[in-house]
């Protein structure tokens, strides 16, 4: 869109979030497993996905209880603070796995992924468990809006619609063909995108407040607005209007739902959008300030540093 006038973009706030966290060369591994068996995750990564394809299994974090995948179930582990894996709750691990994807027993030998053929790790290809797992290692603000709203750990069971998804996720995974960890990585960014639709469709307390406000006749155009055109310059009273209310109104109703003031919600994506284009690319701090809807590098970067921390320049080096 073009403004207030114009119409409105088909980016939600969904759509935007979703479009963050994309598989770059993921670490995808088909782990064959006899119990009894457990490891620890310690690789520092910020988000996971794991599917049983045989057997079930168990996460367990510090301080939360423990939660079961069975068969068809598909987890979503975010945050990067370590979590173990087990036949069993409060199983012992036998492995560990570090940054990199590097492997330790738990006496501290280190260990090799070799096993059953094309990232497949195990003793012999029949075993009781089959758990296939795939690591995100991203570095994106515009991700870290989404993980903020996740629980620890997400379980969710497959959709019937969803199940030859992850059947060709799994086939794949023998494959050695041309770009094939590109295929992969879709494959893995479509599973997780279709687990946290899924999840944010269900109600439940958990559900982001920005997520909920997406259906209210009110606030829903306006996030839309934000979402597709966060250069323009938007005050309470021009979003109001594209919902025929009053801006009293609107200001009211959007607190209730999203949680913070129209303003503030908009100056946080703003400078998160910002965060992103600092990373990816080599633009020019005006352009950036341009493209997310400040008026100057100066103003940018006042706002960045109050929000991060530290300047766009440092940001940036960083």
Same mark, same amino acid.
């Given at each position: 869109?073009?403004?207030?006038?114009?119409?409105?973009?088909?980016?939600?706030?969904?759509?935007?979030?979703?479009?963050?966290?994309?598989?770059?060369?993921?670490?995808?591994?088909?782990?064959?497993?006899?119990?009894?068996?457990?490891?620890?995750?310690?690789?520092?990564?910020?988000?996971?996905?794991?599917?049983?394809?045989?057997?079930?299994?168990? =996460?367990?974090?510090?301080?939360?209880?423990?939660?079961? =995948?069975?068969?068809?179930?598909?987890?979503?582990?975010?945050?990067?603070?370590?979590?173990?894996?087990?036949?069993?709750?409060?199983?012992?691990?036998?492995?560990? =796995?570090?940054?990199?994807?590097?492997?330790?027993?738990?006496?501290?030998?280190?260990?090799?992924?070799?096993?059953?053929?094309?990232?497949?790790?195990?003793?012999?290809?029949?075993?009781?468990?089959?758990?296939?797992?795939?690591?995100?290692?991203?570095?994106?603000? !515009?991700?870290?809006?989404?993980?903020?709203?996740?629980?620890? !750990?997400?379980?969710?069971?497959?959709?019937?619609?969803?199940?030859?998804? =992850?059947?060709?996720?799994?086939?794949?995974?023998?494959?050695?063909?041309?770009?094939?960890?590109?295929?992969?990585?879709?494959?893995?960014?479509?599973?997780?995108?279709?687990?946290?639709?899924?999840?944010?469709?269900?109600?439940?307390?958990?559900?982001?407040?920005?997520?909920?406000?997406?259906?209210?006749?009110?606030?829903?155009?306006?996030?839309?607005?934000?979402?597709?055109?966060?250069?323009?310059?938007?005050?309470?009273?021009?979003?109001?209007?594209?919902?025929?209310?009053?801006?009293?109104?609107?200001?009211?109703?959007?607190?209730?739902?999203?949680?913070?003031?129209?303003?503030?919600?908009?100056?946080?994506?703003?400078?998160?959008?910002?965060?992103?284009?600092?990373?990816?690319?080599?633009?020019?701090?005006?352009?950036?300030?341009?493209?997310?809807?400040?008026?100057?590098?100066?103003?940018?970067?006042?706002?960045?540093?109050?929000?991060?921390? !530290?300047?766009?320049?440092?940001?940036?080096?960083?």
């Amino acid at each position: 869109m073009t403004g207030a006038a114009g119409t409105v973009s088909g980016m939600d706030a969904l759509s935007g979030l979703l479009d963050g966290p994309r598989a770059r060369g993921a670490f995808l591994l088909r782990s064959v497993l006899d119990p009894p068996w457990g490891m620890r995750i310690q690789d520092e990564s910020p988000l996971s996905v794991i599917t049983m394809a045989r057997g079930d299994a168990w =996460i367990m974090r510090a301080g939360e209880a423990g939660s079961r =995948i069975g068969p068809g179930d598909v987890a979503v582990v975010s945050g990067s603070s370590p979590y173990e894996l087990g036949d069993q709750p409060g199983r012992k691990p036998q492995v560990v =796995i570090h940054p990199g994807q590097r492997c330790e027993a738990a006496d501290g030998t280190e260990l090799r992924m070799t096993g059953q053929g094309v990232r497949t790790w195990g003793a012999r290809p029949d075993g009781a468990t089959v758990m296939v797992s795939g690591t995100y290692q991203m570095h994106s603000e !515009v991700s870290r809006r989404l993980l903020d709203a996740l629980p620890s !750990v997400l379980v969710r069971p497959v959709e019937p619609s969803d199940r030859a998804l =992850i059947d060709l996720l799994v086939r794949e995974m023998d494959s050695t063909e041309p770009a094939q960890e590109l295929v992969l990585d879709r494959l893995l960014d479509l599973v997780l995108v279709s687990v946290l639709r899924s999840w944010l469709a269900t109600p439940s307390p958990g559900r982001p407040g920005w997520h909920q406000a997406q259906a209210d006749p009110v606030v829903g155009p306006a996030l839309r607005h934000v979402h597709g055109d966060p250069a323009y310059g938007w005050t309470v009273s021009a979003l109001a209007s594209t919902a025929g209310v009053s801006r009293a109104s609107f200001a009211r109703r959007f607190g209730e739902l999203v949680g913070e003031p129209p303003m503030a919600y908009l100056s946080g994506w703003r400078l998160t959008l910002a965060a992103d284009l600092l990373r990816q690319g080599d633009a020019t701090l005006e352009a950036v300030a341009r493209q997310v809807g400040y008026g100057s590098a100066f103003s940018l970067s006042n706002a960045f540093k109050r929000r991060y921390g !530290v300047s766009p320049q440092d940001y940036r080096r960083r």
